[in-house]
């Protein structure tokens, strides 16, 4: 099959008619993961209350750094067969191989959807499109992380092949290499242009994975209402504040359901997210620009001790040229480039030639710090026999040193440390009865290291309040350790 086939490839509905809505979007509900029974089937509940049919939980879950929660894996289908029968809903999940297809098929999952990570890779596609052979369940297929209709739409075309008619689309932002308050960037013209090539093929809008924050939401179901989205996959969490996986996104089943009924279609709304994130791309055009500055500054040393003039006709030429053939790879208009870069480049001039002034004002480089301070826990650390039987309490202090200007500038926790993981984890560190305090402090800046990537530096300080000492009456006894993660 061809791209172009896709003209006139007639998709199937995805739906029984009893589970269909008609005007509109077709809704898909449920938490980002299936965390245990209980979170499962009271989220289920709720929802059903408010009238979702459509019920989705993560088992497996593609997370982009090792050491996270993976999704609680095939022990979470029957939870979810369970909501299937008390809720008479249909239940989806998400599969990233022919084991996932495999094991959802076996405990009769109605629905399922492919991941952005996996829509990128052709040969996961193709094996998820052989294993889901002969079974007629609908696929809603995520765009992938990139900007690419391409790798989409062929990941659709090998479904299709493979004897999948169900199929439908899920638009969840792209990663563009910008950040934008947003966690994913929308791209409503890309959108449009695939309706246009795919006509039959129907398109969900996953407005949580595009928001990375409940405060967005309403703006972007107001423009799916608008732009005449066929579905929407929302996240939704009995205790969002609890959520193992994506907790800033998520609603609660009464916050979605009052979402979702208040929301008008609006063009408006959409006006103010593209406003909101042309305001963030200016902000990092003028942070570049003030690095381009600082660059300006030190290249007039290096200059002045080749005893070199701060122009260089011949380089700036050469750039200017260079500059014609970058314009149009970006389809930019040449004569606007070179007007911009004519004025970036005399401010350099002045600044090397000393005219000017620029202090250090980059920021995106600065360490910032998070601290967790008087943890308290019980535990048994120790070596004597009554340490470990009776316990103890310890005081925990943890410094956390990382580059925190992604998360600042974006609004979006996922760029920067979550310090609910950090003391997630170091509530299971303590919890493990550890004869020595450096050996404890040891393995949690190990695994903080590992946790967290974005860390620079830690620092732990434990202290066991009640030491076994005759007659102690201070404050405890403390270790401290320091831990600096190298970084490439
Ligand atoms: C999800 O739906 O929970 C998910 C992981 O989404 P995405 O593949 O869009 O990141
Ligand atoms: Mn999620």
């Not at 695939?194 to 039959?200: G, L, N, T």
């Not at 956390?400 to 992604?406: C, D, N, Q």
Request: charged letters at 20%; one cysteine or more.
């Amino acid at each position: 099959m061809k791209m172009s086939d896709l003209l006139h490839f007639t998709a199937k509905s995805l739906w029984p008619e009893a589970y269909a809505t008609d005007n509109t979007p077709q809704l898909i509900a449920g938490p980002c993961s299936a965390e245990s029974r209980e979170q499962v089937l009271a989220t289920a509940e709720a929802l059903d209350h408010h009238g979702v049919k459509l019920f989705r939980a993560g088992i497996w879950k593609p997370r982009t750094y090792p050491g996270q929660f993976e999704g609680v894996g095939e022990k979470g289908l029957p939870w979810l067969t369970e909501v299937r029968k008390k809720y008479r809903m249909l239940i989806g999940t998400e599969v990233g191989n022919a084991k996932h297809v495999e094991l959802a098929l076996r405990h009769g999952i109605d629905f399922v959807w492919i991941g952005a990570r996996t829509t990128a890779s052709p040969f996961a596609i193709q094996e998820i499109a052989e294993a889901l052979k002969g079974s007629d369940i609908p696929i809603l297929l995520k765009n992938p992380l990139s900007p690419s209709v391409g790798l989409w739409l062929g990941a659709l075309l090998r479904l299709i092949e493979a004897g999948s008619k169900k199929v439908a689309l899920i638009h969840r932002g792209f990663d563009i290499g910008t950040h934008t308050a947003l966690r994913n960037t929308p791209l409503w013209e890309l959108i449009s242009e695939v309706r246009q090539v795919a006509p039959s093929i129907s398109i969900y809008l996953d407005p949580s994975h595009i928001a990375g924050h409940k405060n967005y939401l309403p703006k972007l179901i107001q423009t799916a209402y608008h732009l005449h989205y066929d579905g929407l996959m929302l996240e939704s969490h009995i205790a969002p504040n609890k959520a193992l996986t994506d907790p800033a996104q998520q609603l609660t089943p009464d916050e979605l359901a009052k979402l979702l009924h208040t929301a008008t279609p609006s063009e408006v709304a959409q006006l103010e997210l593209l406003r909101d994130q042309l305001t963030t791309t200016d902000n990092q055009l003028i942070d570049r620009f003030a690095h381009r500055r600082l660059l300006s500054q030190e290249i007039a040393k290096v200059k002045q001790s080749l005893r070199l003039q701060p122009l260089q006709e011949e380089q700036y030429q050469l750039r200017l040229q260079q500059l014609q053939a970058t314009a149009e790879e970006y389809h930019i208009p040449a004569d606007l480039l070179s007007q911009l870069y004519q004025l970036v480049h005399r401010d350099s001039l002045e600044i090397q030639s000393g005219e000017k002034k620029c202090t250090n004002t980059n920021f995106s480089t600065s360490q910032h710090t998070i601290t967790l301070s008087g943890l308290r826990f019980f535990a048994y650390h120790g070596l004597l026999p009554h340490e470990k039987r009776i316990g103890n309490t310890f005081e925990l202090n943890a410094t956390l040193h990382f580059p925190a200007t992604e998360v600042m500038k974006s609004g979006n926790l996922e760029k920067g440390i979550n310090y609910a993981e950090v003391y997630q984890l170091l509530q299971q560190e303590m919890r493990i009865p550890t004869e020595l305090l450096e050996t404890l402090t040891y393995r949690i800046l190990q695994r903080l290291g590992s946790a967290f990537p974005l860390l620079t530096s830690a620092t732990v300080t434990i202290t066991k309040l009640a030491p076994p000492i005759p007659s102690f009456d201070g404050e405890g006894v403390s270790f401290t350790a320091t831990a600096n993660y190298k970084k490439e």
